[in-house]
């Protein structure tokens, strides 16, 4: 009996040239074999001697191949559940599975240093879809522009009388210690950069600011003017849960953190971003009316 015609309907087969993979639905396992092992498992029916099956396959492969390499390949593949016949030795006696597993213990290291046959097992489609675990750190930033100071402030001028904040709130499993702040230069000179020490236990959150009146400053990093970066918050340290941590290096630019909501501004600006300016990306005055009534964007930091 041939044993690549045994099981037709359930063994599936892929030529890959020198390398054969057999997939075996039923033990949901894939099987890689080398040329060596594919000339055995081609040439085995249960009837032919270790003698036959090692001239067979040394005219194959093109190299002497002994008895015990041959009976090392036809362990191996007895062991995948690729034979359905078991096998037997020059003499003709039949080896059972212990004996062939002792006698399997006496070929040499040589042929046994690499595998003729690897098996793995390959995950059903329940277990592959299942979703990644989830990330290490996890941040919700919020840019809002508002009057008079937020609650969680840690930094940076409260409004006097409005102005924009950007909260940033820790929803993982790690704690955040490090620092949160701005680079920020103003179109009219003024530098707002700044950053403030922070620790962000899981469900905490905290509020930053880089100046009075952000929206009145010509805008931020860039000229007047021209369309602008605006402020670049940044987020500086390590995320740490229990034994270990990974390091935080993220920012983020106002023209980048978008509402969704779009807007017209008092200059004909229909946008979604530069919240903390005001709502105009080349960094013009639209107005505490205007500035203040802005929806609030959100960005993610996750690892």
Known sequence: MNPRQAR?????????????????PESKRAHSLNQLAVSVWN???????????????????GRPIDGSTIEDALRQL??????????QEVGGKTLGRREMLRKAGQIGGAALATPIVASILVPTAAAAASPPPPPFYSFTGTAFYQAGAPADLIGGPGGCPDTGFVRILNNGPSTFVGTIGFIAVAGNGVNGTASYAVTLSPGASASVSFNCESSNQG?????????????????????????QSQLVARSIFDKDIHSGV???????????????????????????????TQTPGTFPFHS
């Not at 040439?43 to 492969?61: N, P, T």
């Not at 919240?275 to 960094?283: E, F, N």
């Not at 013009?284 to 205007?290: K, Q």
């Open 43 to 61: 040439h085995f029916d249960g009837e032919k001697s270790i003698a036959d099956l090692a001239r067979l396959v040394s005219a194959e492969v």
């Open 8 to 24: 037709p309907s359930e063994l599936l087969k892929t030529d890959l040239g020198e390398e054969v993979v057999i997939y075996d």
């Open 219 to 243: 805008g931020w990093n860039g000229p007047t003017g021209s369309t602008q970066n605006g402020a670049e918050f940044v987020m500086n340290g390590t995320a740490t849960l229990g034994s």
């Open 78 to 87: 007895e062991q995948a559940q690729l034979l359905t016949r078991r096998f």
């Open 262 to 292: 779009s807007r017209t501004n008092p200059f004909g600006e229909t946008l979604d971003n530069y919240i903390l300016q005001g709502g105009s990306s080349t960094g013009r005055d639209t107005g505490d009316a205007y500035e203040t």
